[in-house]
């Protein structure tokens, strides 16, 4: 059986894609949370967009410039690569990390207003970091291509 395989700049769009898409996803949840708390929404979500940009800035930036460099320069001599090659083996790992402790968070007897913070912080998180996957398939970096 073949691996499914896409040019590079194709990874780069898939990864940001996905990105943005789980954010969205995060935040709708947690925006829905606040909404339907029907008090004190404003703490919250505030406290959700501050650290939504500290996550963005000192974590997931970094994270998605990583993969970015990643993409461009491993599997030298390949013109194609593994679609899911788009995110590292620890990435997958920390992904799965997450989604079990949001699983784990959303089932917990937590009144959700407390709860969505955290998914609006993530959810932005991740769709700030995703235009750093739309920057480098509309203009991938001069000093990771010319690697």
């Known amino acids: 059986m073949q691996t499914p395989a896409a040019e ?9 894609t996905v990105w943005l898409m789980v954010g969205l996803i995060l935040s709708a949840v947690g925006i829905r949370w606040i909404i339907l708390a029907h008090r004190g929404i404003i703490i919250p979500g505030l406290i959700g967009l501050f650290a939504g940009l500290l996550i963005d800035r000192w974590k997931f930036s970094r994270l998605s410039l990583k993969n970015i460099r990643r993409i461009f320069t491993d599997y030298p001599g390949q013109s194609r690569i593994c679609v ?36 609006l912080a993530i959810g932005l998180g991740l769709m700030l970091s995703s235009l750093q996957y739309y920057r480098a398939y509309a203009a991938p970096p001069p000093d990771i291509v010319s690697h």
């Open 84 to 119: 899911f090659a788009f995110q590292s083996t620890e990435g997958y790992v920390m992904i799965a990390a997450m989604m079990i402790l949001g699983y784990t968070l959303r089932h917990l007897p937590i009144d959700k207003i407390y709860l969505s913070p955290v998914y």
């Open 8 to 16: 590079r700049k194709v990874l780069i769009l898939i990864a940001g």
